[in-house]
């Protein structure tokens, strides 16, 4: 069952604009990521925050979590074309072996030049 | 640095033809592999995960199977694909005590 869902699930914006990405999950979690899959490519690992972390930056992104309400957004500043990717959240298993993960469907981010 | 392949890059098989995906890792040792299908537009499905060679573990019943004969190496394996078995397989590791998961470039698998 899918465990993180992204909102929105396209999201379209000009170049130089913020893009803002959000995220629910339903259960418990120790961490939560965020990848970036550009068409047709493998997955890259962008961000990790912890459970006991409420916001982490890296660059140009921004992560919050909310554990109370088991949210997280990943905030793009000053967007460019080149962020034009799906982004997926992926929450772990607490207690599960082998430290798996659940994805999200992502959300599809076209950035216009 | 640590660098992981997987092949072919595309792939079309018709109905109830076997099939073998190969994923290699290297510039690391002993780490978690896993096996992910996508379909198109949707998020990523764990298929398989193995934490050492021969060990192997199964997250969804199908007619897809693993092997992990080597450290270093992940195996997907059918003896007979279904149209549903088309999409997107990607292959990815976790190393030591992080918690990052890293990806291969995926296998496009159309089956006809």
């Known amino acids: 069952s899918q465990q993180g869902e992204e909102d929105p699930q396209a999201l379209s914006i000009q170049e130089g604009e913020n893009a803002t990405m959000n995220c629910s999950y339903k259960?418990?979690?120790?961490?939560l990521q965020w990848y970036r899959q550009n068409s047709g490519r493998g997955l890259v690992h962008l961000i990790l925050?912890?459970?006991?972390?409420r916001e982490k930056h890296s660059g140009r992104l921004r992560v919050t979590l909310d554990t109370s309400k088991k949210s997280s957004s990943l905030l793009i500043t000053a967007s460019r074309a080149a962020d034009t990717a799906s982004y997926f959240c992926?929450?772990?298993?607490?207690?599960?072996?082998?430290?798996?993960?659940?994805f999200g469907k992502g959300t599809k981010l076209s950035v216009i030049p | 640095s640590q660098t992981i392949h997987q092949w072919p890059a595309t792939l079309v098989q018709p109905v109830g033809s076997p099939l073998s995906l190969e994923c290699t890792v290297e510039g690391t040792s002993n780490p978690n592999l896993y096996w992910y299908r996508q379909a198109a537009g949707r998020g990523l499905q764990l298929l398989f995960y193995s934490v050492g060679i021969g060990q192997i573990s199964s997250e969804v019943p199908q007619n897809l199977s693993a092997s992990r004969p080597q450290d270093r190496q992940f195996i997907l394996s059918s003896k007979k694909l279904l149209l549903s078995d088309s999409g997107f397989y990607l292959c990815?590791?976790?190393?030591?005590?992080?918690?990052?998961?890293?990806f291969g470039p995926g296998t496009r698998l159309t089956v006809t």
């Open positions: 259960t418990s979690i120790n961490n």
């Open positions: 925050i912890r459970s006991n972390e």
């Open positions: 992926a929450t772990d298993r607490p207690g599960a072996g082998s430290y798996q993960l659940t």
């Open positions: 990815a590791w976790k190393g030591g005590a992080g918690y990052e998961q890293y």
